[in-house]
């Protein structure tokens, strides 16, 4: 695993990528931190970072969209399914790679609570250094999913703009999902909706037929026999799912100094279950 680690970092430099990210990364935090706490001697960073969050939609796409796309469009995957190490093992050390560069950004921002310290007031290092954590935290889940995405085509292009606008759309969900009827007929419909799409898209993963189309009408018969049982528990119940989707959601908790355990657990769940999708679909193409 070490070799593949080495061998994306190797390559993340070499292609300049690395340095990218890591000059935009450093550069707009920089720049949020001058403004909003050097500039006027202001101690709240995890306000600060709390701001940021939306430069994961910006950069985790550039950083993850080669990772396993190039891979495929150049069909060296296939050395992948030869080499004498598990692919488990190739497709965690390519995200610790990920994660090895990410976490050279938030070492240096680790630093700027210490330097404002120095030249603000009410500086409280507890709150800024949850906030960091869970800054790192929410990155290596967004992390997780550039990579899953990443795995499913071979352009990098591609990639990235899906990724984009799922990383997006994970940072607007909670917000579009206030705005739509609450009514129990309505959140059914718009339930069975998302259901066909889902299954849209385990088609496009799985290339199974019959697999998609039983979990298309299970899952279709499951809402109406739901709704038809007992439609209270559709009031409301798209907001509650769009809360478990929004992987940002969790992060307001970090910036009040609480490190819960359940927002913890959360983005580590997050992070894993990406992965681990992203050893399936790799898998799957070895077979097909």
């Known amino acids: 695993m070490f070799a593949i680690i080495k061998k994306e970092l190797k390559q ?89 560069l990410y976490t050279i950004g938030v070492a240096v921002i680790s630093l700027y609570p210490l330097l404002i310290s120095k030249y603000g007031t009410d500086v409280r290092l507890s709150l800024a250094y949850s906030s960091i954590i869970g800054f790192y935290l929410l990155g290596a889940a967004n992390i997780a999913i550039g990579m899953f995405i990443s795995s499913l085509t071979e352009s990098q292009v591609i990639a990235a703009v899906v990724s984009f606008i799922v990383l997006l759309m994970t940072n607007m969900i909670t917000s579009i999902a206030s705005m739509l009827p609450s009514d129990s007929l309505s959140q059914a419909i718009i339930l069975a909706v998302v259901w066909i799409a889902v299954c849209g898209i385990l088609y496009n993963v799985m290339k199974n037929i019959t697999v998609t189309a039983v979990l298309g009408v299970v899952g ?23 809360d478990v989707f929004a992987v ?41």
Request: proline fraction near 1%; charge should be positive; charged fraction near 15%.
């Open 248 to 288: 940002s959601g969790k992060y307001s908790e970090f910036q009040l100094g609480i490190l819960k355990y359940d927002a913890i657990v959360y983005y580590l769940s997050v992070s894993f279950l990406f992965v681990f999708l992203t050893v399936q679909v790799i898998k799957k193409k070895k077979f097909n």
């Open 220 to 242: 279709e018969l499951a809402i109406w026999i739901l709704y038809i049982a007992k439609k209270s528990v559709y009031e409301g119940l798209i907001t509650k799912v769009a």
């Open 12 to 100: 993340y430099f070499y292609s300049m990528v690395g340095f990218v990210f890591l000059a935009f990364f450093l550069a707009i935090i920089g720049l949020y931190t001058w403004a909003g706490n050097l500039s006027q001697g202001i101690g709240n960073f995890e306000l600060t970072l709390g701001n940021l969050t939306f430069i994961f939609v910006i950069l985790i796409p550039i950083l993850t969209m080669r990772i396993v796309a190039e891979e495929n469009r150049q069909k060296t995957d296939q050395l992948l399914y030869t080499s004498p190490i598990s692919l488990t093992k190739v497709i965690v050390g390519k995200y610790l790679a990920v994660m090895i």
